[in-house]
């Protein structure tokens, strides 16, 4: 998998836009159930996720919740931000603080205080749902060699499948990082003789074969061995 990189111009904009919000203190969890994740990995009840690739050369990844008064949920390379629905005469509009997305189809114009950015939709796909991946909160993947981590959506548990599959382990996790305001996620196996780790953080990210959008960038170490690619957090 390949991170969509975002010059930090763009970073900085959004951020004095007032999207984001301030990182909070860390805590470390532990029990029988399994952590609430930060909402900005979840498309937000979104049926699609859109890539778009941007002028000057750059890429973000947008969802849409259903329903005419939802917001706008937009990752860049730096994070995630929410814009709320502003009056247009065309296509739809979303706003916050200095920061805008005018969505004209296959086409936006993003407005920053830094400068305007003409984008064009280039990918849409589904976002993963709870039918299609039952008892499953999470999941990340990527490929050569392909792999993938479900984690579960009602105890601290995560399965492993590496190199295509041929190797699948369930094992318990504890979380050692949760910070809702960076999106922030870092996991690390409850057992001493399987360790692995498991990062995840909210931005855009893109499947380096197949180039369909997601919501969160993903790190996985297990062996010494890394594995990276991109996941989305998928709701009941």
């Not at 900005?40 to 919740?65: H, K, M, N, Y």
């Not at 949920?73 to 603080?97: F, K």
Request: proline share 8%; hydrophobic share 40%; charged share 20%.
């Amino acid at each position: 998998m390949s991170r969509l990189l975002v010059p930090a111009a763009l970073g900085a904009a959004l951020l004095l836009g007032g999207c984001a919000t301030a990182p909070a203190p860390a805590p470390i969890t532990s029990g029988h159930h399994a952590p609430l994740l930060p909402s900005v990995l979840f498309p937000g009840g979104a049926e699609s996720i859109t890539a778009w690739r941007c002028t000057p050369d750059q890429a973000l990844v947008t969802a849409v919740p259903e329903g005419a008064e939802s917001e706008l949920r937009l990752w860049s390379a730096h994070g995630a931000w929410r814009l709320a629905p502003a009056v247009v005469a065309s296509g739809a509009r979303y706003e916050q603080g200095d920061v805008s997305f005018w969505d004209k189809g296959s086409e936006a114009v993003v407005e920053t205080p830094r400068g305007r950015l003409e984008c064009q939709a280039y990918v849409q796909r589904q976002a993963l749902t709870r039918q299609q991946r039952p008892g499953v909160m999470f999941q990340g993947r990527g490929n050569e060699p392909g792999w993938m981590v479900h984690l579960a959506h009602d105890r601290p548990e995560a399965t492993l499948s590496l190199d295509y599959g041929t190797r699948e382990q369930t094992l318990p996790y504890r979380v050692t990082t949760l910070d809702n305001g960076a999106g922030r996620v870092i996991l690390q196996s409850g057992r001493g003789d399987t360790p692995f780790e498991l990062r995840i953080e909210a931005g855009a990210c893109l499947d380096d074969m197949s180039g369909e959008p997601f919501p969160a960038r993903v790190t996985l170490t297990v062996d010494g061995q890394q594995y990276r690619g991109c996941g989305q957090g998928i709701a009941p």
